[in-house]
């Protein structure tokens, strides 16, 4: 079992930046895959960003390629999503995830959520 919790989101001004983070409980973090994903109001959810278990392979949306970075600290038991050059297109809340298939994009291949955590970006 993991527990879950995002924090670091916020308002914030077109072009500036949010590191968001999410801390988790339970002893088997690091044999999880990680993601990130969004969802804006009337929107579906849709896929981030992910990082392997050992942090070695990190995927991207195309829409945040190039602007957005995530890590984890296996240690901390805690993922991160830096998230630069934001612009009003990336107002969502933002979710956190965890599972062990390689199907990063999708989110049936995660079984733990956190409770999302807001990002609003003023234009």
């Known amino acids: 079992q993991v527990q879950l919790v995002e924090s670091g989101g916020g308002l914030v001004q077109a072009g500036g930046s949010l590191r968001l983070s999410c801390a988790a409980s339970?002893?088997?973090?690091?044999?999880?895959?990680m993601g990130w994903f969004r969802q804006a109001p009337g929107k579906e959810r849709e896929f981030v960003s992910a990082i392997t278990w050992g942090g070695r392979s990190t995927y991207y949306a195309d829409s945040v390629k190039g602007r957005f970075i995530i890590s984890r600290d296996n240690g901390m038991k805690t993922v991160y999503l830096q998230m630069n050059s934001l612009n009003p297109e990336d107002t969502a809340v933002y979710y956190c995830?965890?599972?062990?298939?390689?199907?990063?994009?999708?989110?049936?291949?995660?079984?733990?959520w956190g409770q999302g955590t807001q990002v609003t970006v003023a234009s």
């Open positions: 995830a965890a599972g062990r298939g390689d199907t990063y994009l999708n989110t049936e291949n995660y079984k733990f």
């Open positions: 339970g002893r088997t973090f690091s044999s999880y895959n």
